[in-house]
């Protein structure tokens, strides 16, 4: 499985980016796709993750600020982000994984969020 992420960018706060990524290779039609970041000195962390089926996860420091949504195109997936906060700062990580079989990571995209 490849991912291909982007969107990521330099940002103000408050402001919003868009994040996409789109998985091929051998996908199976049970996965959850989702985003990670791992700001500078800290270990990677959940940010939203969209199942199959539509369910989502959140983490608490995103809830109501950021949207995950799978995209017409199979296998892709999106994260919309409002009101970015510096914290928000690191690099985002798209992710894929299905029950009972490796998971897989994309190449990483800078946000940046200035204050």
């Known amino acids: 499985v490849q991912l291909q992420a982007s969107g990521g960018g330099l940002v103000q706060a408050g402001g919003s980016l868009r994040l996409s990524c789109a998985a091929s290779?051998?996908?199976?039609?049970?996965?959850?796709m989702g985003w990670y970041r791992q700001a500078p000195g800290k270990q990677r962390e959940l940010v939203a993750t969209?199942?199959?089926?539509?369910?989502?996860n959140y983490s608490d420091s995103v809830k109501g600020r950021f949207t995950i949504s799978r995209g017409n195109v199979k296998n892709t997936v999106y994260l919309q982000m409002n009101s970015l906060k510096p914290e928000g700062t690191a690099v985002y990580y798209c992710?894929?994984?299905?029950?009972?079989?490796?998971?897989?990571w994309g190449q990483g995209t800078q946000v940046t969020v200035s204050s």
């Open positions: 969209v199942a199959s089926g539509g369910s989502t």
């Open positions: 992710n894929y994984a299905s029950p009972g079989r490796n998971s897989y």
């Open positions: 290779g051998n996908i199976f039609s049970i996965n959850v």
